[in-house]
Nanobody, 123 residues
Framework: QVQLVESGGGVAQAGGSLRLSCAAS????????MGWFRQAPGKEREFVAA????????SYDDSVKGRFTISRDDAKNTVYLRMNSLKPDDTAVYYC????????????????WGQGTQVIVSS
């Protein structure tokens, strides 16, 4: 069982930046592909970014491409989401998720989820 704990959410102004972190309990963290998803009020959960187990492969939703960067530090069992040039539309609860091997843009493929961290972007 992998436990994931997100942190780093908060309130930012449009154009500002935040960095989300997701710490995993699993010592074999490097076996897992990791993803970030978000869910805004009244909307379905949507894919944001993903990174494979080696950190060499990444994928981004078009809405965040060029603004967000996903990275991982296997020594710290942590995956990050750096968010720049924030927009009010980025307001959502952000979740990290883990999938054993590979990575995916589909939430249904992920095995483990964190509890989420709120991001609010004011205009």
């Amino acid at each position: 069982q992998v436990q994931l704990v997100e942190s780093g959410g908060g309130v930012a102004q449009a154009g500002g930046s935040l960095r989300l972190s997701c710490a995993a309990s699993e010592r074999t963290f490097n076996r897992y592909g990791m993803g970030w998803f978000r869910q805004a009020p009244g909307k379905e959960r949507e894919f944001v970014a993903a990174i494979n187990r080696f950190g060499a492969g990444t994928s981004y939703d078009d809405s965040v491409k060029g603004r967000f960067t996903i990275s991982r530090d296997d020594a710290k069992n942590t995956v990050y989401l750096r968010m720049n040039s924030l927009k009010p539309d980025d307001t959502a609860v952000y979740y990290c998720a883990a999938v054993l091997s590979g990575y995916s843009t589909y939430a249904a493929n992920y095995d483990y989820w964190g509890q989420g961290t709120q991001v609010i972007v004011s205009s």
